[in-house]
């Protein structure tokens, strides 16, 4: 594990993924935006942007295995209501999804993004924890570069 500087995207670390083959590109590291502070209600596109250039630079796709899902509040609410974009597993009239996006903002198929929603801060079943190691490693066998993202960078991509 190598934890790289303290900038956009935040808490981004590069994981060293033993192989007999060839060498996977693994990250962890926070949502966009989330180095202008915790509590910042809307995050501009221009954030996001930011944070896709500070991605790790790759040869094919980078895949984007994001667990954000829903903060543990009463209101439950996503933690894609911060951007432009939303979850595929919403239904936010007139938003696009962050593939959706992407797509539109940067090289199209330049990113491939995979959801496994989960809570902020409560712990992930091991069903999930599953569902994401697959997606991961499918993702490392196609030679993406895999960037896995949560709220800070720290509990659920840990996990």
Known sequence: MKLLPNREPCAL????VATDGPSWQLFTCARP???????????DDSAVIQWLNGLPAAE?????????GHKPDPDGHSEFSYYS???????R?????????????????KYVVIEHPTSDTLQIS?????????????????NR??????SGGVSRTGA
């Open 93 to 109: 009239p007139g938003s696009p999804t962050f593939q959706e996006w992407l797509d539109r903002h940067t090289a199209h198929g």
């Open 126 to 142: 091991l069903d999930m924890i599953s569902k994401i190691t697959a997606s991961i490693l499918a993702n490392l066998r196609e």
């Open 85 to 91: 974009f939303r979850s595929v597993h919403e239904n």
């Open 60 to 68: 094919a796709a980078t895949a984007i295995v994001s667990l954000l």
């Open 145 to 150: 570069t895999v960037v896995v993202v949560d």
């Open 33 to 43: 935006g989330r180095a202008l502070g915790r509590k910042k209600k809307t995050i």
């Open 13 to 16: 670390t590069q994981w060293v």
